[in-house]
Nanobody, 126 residues
Framework: QVQLVESGGGLVQAGGSLKVSCGASGLTFRNYYMGWFLQGPGREREFVAAIGWSNGSRYYADSVKGRFTISRDNAKNTVYLQMNDLRPEDTAVYSC???????????????????WGQGTQVTVSS
């Protein structure tokens, strides 16, 4: 069955950096856009970033542009989120998700995604 497994979360001070990873198995990785979403305390799930098959197609929420970078290694079936200049408001559970490519126009819509990981906690202290 399809599995998405995140890793790399943790506690970091404001202004610091963290890189989270998501390994995928049980699917044809190149057929899926990959996205990162966050869910903070009392907040709905929010779009963070998405990436197409090649690292040339990347999309970001306005709140993370210039600070976060999404990338993927298709040989390893893994997608990454490099987070720099972290702020306390970035504190959340970060989940990766897979979106079957015909639905690529909906990359920011969590409801359209086909598979989800369990999430990894990122906590930014002030």
């Amino acid at each position: 069955q399809v599995q998405l497994v995140e890793s790399g979360g943790g506690l970091v001070q404001a202004g610091g950096s963290l890189k989270v990873s998501c390994g995928a198995s049980g699917l044809t990785f190149r057929n899926y856009y990959m996205g990162w979403f966050l869910q903070g305390p009392g907040r709905e799930r929010e779009f963070v970033a998405a990436i197409g098959w090649s690292n040339g197609s990347r999309y970001y929420a306005d709140s993370v542009k210039g600070r976060f970078t999404i990338s993927r290694d298709n040989a390893k079936n893994t997608v990454y989120l490099q987070m720099n200049d972290l702020r306390p408001e970035d504190t959340a559970v970060y989940s990766c998700a897979a979106l079957y490519y015909p639905k690529l126009a909906y990359y920011a819509d969590a409801k359209r995604y086909d598979y989800w990981g369990q999430g990894t906690q990122v906590t930014v202290s002030s």
